[in-house]
């Protein structure tokens, strides 16, 4: 897969080229807005001066900024094993020289992303409402996308193109809301009035260039951001079939995922594009926009593999379920020619049902809050919330006590 990852190299250089473009389109426009004809170079300078600070941020911690974006929690091992067994599965499979971060999102929502500058610095984060719903063979499915994206070296690019897009998006807004806060105070007019007909017809011209740059920079970004995002997703399902040797894992959890009609919160449309399956998009929304192919398609792709699990059986499906173009790049497609679908594991197999997951739910949601569990000889499972200091508790079926450094 090395093509693909010089080629992931080769866009983020794009983007950051392209993003530039935008910051400083904007940072002009502002200017002659509002310093007049010779004012586009002072906002150009001021552009270049955001651009690099934010390409040092993003670089040194856009991961975190991301993450934190998210609510993502950094949780140990005691808080959901079975997370941190299927993460060390995928990390050996995959062959990454160090296992990933691994942070939980307290949101009812099933999704899960995957960020980092690199594969030594890179960090997978989950939902609890993903791990209460999905089976080990789903959850496997989804973390080898996301270990996928880890190998392609997507992270870099989302982590730029998050920062980036974030901040023009957030330098339009403040110039539209800063020209609505003059237009109301009645400042601009004041401006007009005072400097002559001919320069405060220019002075409009001006601020109408500013204002279109403004509206168009961020859309411009997006599409940008948009197309070179739509791709990776393929790749990564391609990735993750070939890492699980289980198409119908990833299958089965993307299904139940688009499904869902419980909204994450915390998503907004800078950190939509990093999640496995857009979480900003309505169950049977049009999105001409999206960060994501159709759901519906990746799923009939993963459903069409029955001959193998190798990257030519996914470029097979893909052309046949969709058409057109080999989605794989030309070298991949001569690698692992004969890579056997392997059967459902037992725990795969198991269904939960709906008490079952709420239950589940609930219980890794307090986890991650810092509660502690408590098994009463009676066979009542109390949950202690971080903040209670006393020594022992009585359970509230039996009037048992038992000591909270029993907790565990």
Excluded at 39 to 59: D, K, P, Q, R, Y
Excluded at 93 to 114: G, R, T
Excluded at 233 to 246: F, M, P, S
Aim: glycine share 8%; proline share 4%; with cysteine.
């Amino acid at each position: 897969m090395w093509q693909q990852i010089q080629a992931n190299k080769r866009n983020s250089i794009i983007l950051l080229a392209a993003m530039a473009v935008c910051l400083m389109a904007v940072g002009f426009a502002i200017g002659l807005g509002f310093f007049g004809a010779d004012g586009g170079f002072i906002g150009v300078i001021i552009a270049t001066v955001i651009w690099l600070v934010l390409m040092i941020v993003s670089f040194s911690s856009g991961d975190q900024i991301l993450l934190a974006a998210s609510k993502a929690t950094p949780v140990t091992h005691d808080v959901h094993p079975q997370l941190f067994n299927v993460v060390e599965e995928m990390t050996i499979a995959a062959s990454l020289p160090k296992m990933p971060k691994i942070y939980i999102i307290n949101d009812a929502a099933p999704n899960a992303f995957a960020t980092g500058r690199s594969p030594e610095t890179a960090s997978v984060a989950v939902t609890a409402g993903l791990l209460a719903s999905l089976n080990r063979d789903e959850l496997q499915g989804v973390i080898a996308h996301e270990v996928s994206h880890i190998i392609h070296r997507d992270i870099l690019f989302v982590t730029l193109a998050g920062i980036m897009l974030g901040s023009i998006v957030l330098l339009s807004q403040i110039f539209l809301r800063g020209m609505f806060y003059r237009s109301m105070m009645g400042s601009r007019n004041r401006r007009y009035s005072s400097g002559g007909g001919g320069g405060g017809q220019a002075q409009i011209i001006f601020m109408v260039i500013a204002l279109i740059c403004a509206i168009l920079a961020p859309i411009f970004a997006n599409i940008l951001y948009f197309a070179l995002s739509r791709r990776r997703e393929y790749l990564a399902d391609a990735g993750a079939v070939r890492l699980t040797r289980y198409p119908e894992g990833l299958a089965s959890a993307l299904e139940k995922i688009s499904s869902s009609s419980v909204k994450l919160a915390t998503a907004n449309k800078v950190t939509a594009p990093m999640y496995i399956s857009n979480p900003l998009k309505g169950k049977k929304g049009v999105n001409l926009f999206g960060t994501h192919p159709p759901i519906d398609k990746r799923i009939r792709i993963l459903r069409t593999m029955s001959r193998g699990a190798s990257f030519k059986d996914y470029s097979d499906s893909y052309s046949q379920t969709v058409g057109g173009k080999a989605v794989m790049p030309a070298a991949a497609l001569k690698e692992d020619q004969n890579v056997e679908i392997r059967p459902a594991s037992s725990k795969g197999r198991q269904a939960m049902s709906k008490n079952k997951q709420t239950r589940q739910l609930g219980d890794i949601m307090r986890m991650v809050n810092g509660f502690a569990f408590l098994n009463c000889a009676c066979g009542l499972k109390m949950k202690i919330p971080p903040n209670f200091k006393a020594a022992k508790i009585a359970c509230p079926r039996c009037g048992r006590e038992s000591s909270i450094s029993d907790k565990g």
